[in-house]
């Protein structure tokens, strides 16, 4: 039992690593658009100061460049469980697409 408590420790180290010194932006959020993780490459890329000021954003009404995008993107999800090849126009902290 406490061999595999050592490997889950591991592992979840090992992912959390790989989320944070990602190349690309990495998100997770919930369907109403609230952030529940954001990585610090997306802040970067999105032009926040830190971790901490994009996740008070809300992805739906503050990033998505067009919030109907969001919408038809769960739509699709909703109605076929999964969501490829979508290209997605965000915007920037300061308004840039």
């Not at 090992?14 to 109403?32: E, M, N, V």
């Amino acid at each position: 039992r406490k061999r595999a408590e050592e490997d889950l420790k591991l592992s979840e180290q090992k992912h959390r690593d790989i989320i944070t010194y990602a190349p690309l932006g990495i998100f997770q959020s919930t369907k109403d658009g609230s952030f529940t993780m954001v990585n610090l490459k997306l802040v970067e890329i999105l032009g926040y100061n830190s971790i901490d000021e994009l996740m008070r954003m809300n992805l739906a009404k503050d990033v998505y460049y067009d919030p109907d995008e969001r919408s038809r993107l769960i739509e699709k999800y909703d109605t076929v469980g999964s969501v490829d090849k979508a290209e997605i126009r965000w915007k920037k902290k300061d308004g840039e697409k």
